[in-house]
T-cell receptor, first 112, second 113 residues
Framework: GESVGLHLPTLSVQEGDNSIINCAYS??????FIWYKQESGKGPQFIIDIRSNMDKRQGQRVTVLLNKTVKHLSLQIAATQPGDSAVYFC???????????FGSGTKLNVKP | KAGVTQTPRYLIKTRGQQVTLSCSPI?????VSWYQQTPGQGLQFLFEYFSETQRNKGNFPGRFSGRQFSNSRSEMNVSTLELGDSALYLC????????????FGPGTRLTVL
């Protein structure tokens, strides 16, 4: 089955710096990807998504990059703020309705 | 627009009991998915319902079941609870298709003693 993994379980950055969170996926048929942010005691919160016909998508302070050749996804957060501290998950779907596969998560610590 | 709501938020049960969790999706959303989140296994897909039909199923034993009502609200049931069922159970809703954004509820924290 599909597997989605993360390279770095914990990432510490200084406030104001840019953060990059990486994700590898194994199913080359996956065509839809979502990044979620989960704060302690809360459910995952949608950040940004990207479809496989795109390489890059930008939101407010966030950018997702998709490299289908190496099956790699990244989330870039500009000017990281203390409120960005959370666990970030990538999720993939391969035309299988809403059966998403989630990575193990990366914890982002933002130091003031 | 109200978000996804889940009840109860916290639940304590003992082994062998059964439990029913409820999820109300965002208005207009017809798909409801359930996930189990544990520190060891992360987020794992349980099942998905659309128009009162189970459309997708994950790799969980038959003790885990669910259903969806005509108003898209969904319930999941776990019978004969085991200690390993202790987890955060998350519900997510979306409009319909697999490229529609899934929005999660706050989850139900189940503790099995």
């Amino acid at each position: 089955g599909e597997s989605v993994g993360l390279h770095l379980p914990t990432l510490s950055v200084q406030e104001g710096d840019n953060s990059i969170i990486n994700c590898a996926y194994s199913n080359s048929a996956s065509d839809y990807f979502i990044w979620y942010k989960q704060e302690s005691g809360k459910g995952p919160q949608f950040i940004i998504d990207i479809r496989s016909n795109m390489d890059k998508r930008q939101g407010q302070r966030v950018t997702v990059l998709l490299n289908k050749t190496v099956k790699h996804l990244s989330l870039q957060i500009a000017a990281t703020q203390p409120g960005d501290s959370a666990v970030y998950f990538c999720a993939e779907n391969s035309n299988n309705f809403n059966k998403f596969y989630f990575g193990s998560g990366t914890k982002l610590n933002v130091k003031p | 627009k109200a978000g996804v709501t889940q009840t109860p938020r916290y639940l304590i049960k003992t082994r062998g009991q059964q439990v029913t969790l409820s999820c109300s999706p965002i208005s207009g959303h017809r798909s409801v998915s359930w996930y189990q989140q544990t520190p060891g296994q992360g987020l794992q897909f349980l099942f998905e319902y659309f128009s009162e039909t189970q459309r997708n199923k994950g790799n969980f034993p038959g003790r885990f079941s669910g259903r969806q009502f005509s108003n898209s609200r969904s319930e999941m049931n776990v019978s004969t609870l085991e200690l390993g069922d202790s987890a955060l159970y998350l519900c997510a809703s979306s409009r319909a298709g697999h490229t529609d954004t899934q929005y999660f509820g706050p989850g139900t924290r189940l503790t099995v003693l």
